[in-house]
């Protein structure tokens, strides 16, 4: 049962624009968010995180959004550089447990 | 910030031998010690935690007498995956829970693949 989600296995943007990577999650128990960057044959390597009593977290060019009514959050990217490309997962962890919660990942590609 | 070292990272073995992976928390005590499991487009998926000082807790699923844990000190958990299967080849990568930051701190992952 695959409680985050992922829909959009890859997605390309070209340099200098904004990048939109989205997760759904279907379990209201989650009350951490966090997303990770994930180059072949290497660990996520941790990019932002928000908690559910917010609805917005910014760090440089990365932004999260968490809309928990529609249990969606995303990230955004601006503006997207070749560097960023990379698989990226969003994650989840339910409250009063550690574990996480991964989706499938999304592969972004930004087009120099 | 925190790291967790992870070895081998990438080992090919035979059918019916036993791989041992080994995660260490370098500059930082890990009493728990989450391994993951992710096969190829799939997400990472938990295999089980390990506790320094008592048993691990395996998921739903998961073989705990073929994929042994062991968290033998603060700063060391292993995991064994014995008589090894061509199915069990797979990405297997541990996590330490968060620490400064909010970031679960991920080892660099180990590629096994059974011949």
């Known amino acids: 049962d695959q409680q985050v989600k992922q829909n959009s296995p890859s997605l390309s943007v070209q340099e200098g624009r904004i990048s939109i990577l989205n997760c759904d999650y279907t379990?209201?128990?989650?009350?951490?968010f966090l997303w990770y960057k994930k180059y072949p044959a290497e660990g996520p390597t941790f990019l932002i995180s928000?908690?559910?009593?917010?609805d917005k977290n910014e760090d440089g060019r990365f932004t999260v959004f968490l809309n928990k009514s529609a249990k969606h959050l995303s990230l955004h990217i601006v503006p997207s550089q070749p560097g960023d490309s990379a698989v990226y997962f969003c994650?989840?962890?339910?409250?009063?447990?550690?574990?996480?919660?991964f989706g499938t990942g999304t592969r972004l590609t930004v087009i120099p | 910030g925190a790291v967790v070292s992870q070895h081998p990272s990438r080992v090919i073995c035979k059918s019916g031998t036993s791989v041992k992976i080994e995660c260490r928390s370098l500059?930082?005590?890990?009493?728990?010690m989450f391994w993951y499991r992710q096969f190829p487009k799939q997400s990472l998926m938990l295999m089980a935690t390990?506790?320094?000082?008592?048993?691990?807790?395996?998921e739903q699923g998961v073989e705990k007498d073929k994929f042994l844990i062991n968290h033998a000190s603060l700063t060391l958990s292993t995991l064994t995956v014995t008589s090894a299967h061509p199915e069990d080849s797979s990405f297997y990568i541990c996590?330490?829970?968060?620490?400064?930051?909010?970031?679960?701190?991920f080892g660099s992952g180990t590629r096994l693949t059974v011949v």
């Open positions: 379990n209201s128990m989650f009350d951490y």
């Open positions: 994650a989840a962890k339910r409250t009063g447990a550690n574990n996480l919660f």
């Open positions: 500059d930082f005590q890990a009493t728990t």
């Open positions: 996590s330490a829970p968060p620490g400064q930051g909010g970031g679960y701190t």
């Open positions: 390990s506790n320094e000082g008592s048993k691990a807790t395996y």
């Open positions: 928000i908690s559910s009593i917010k």
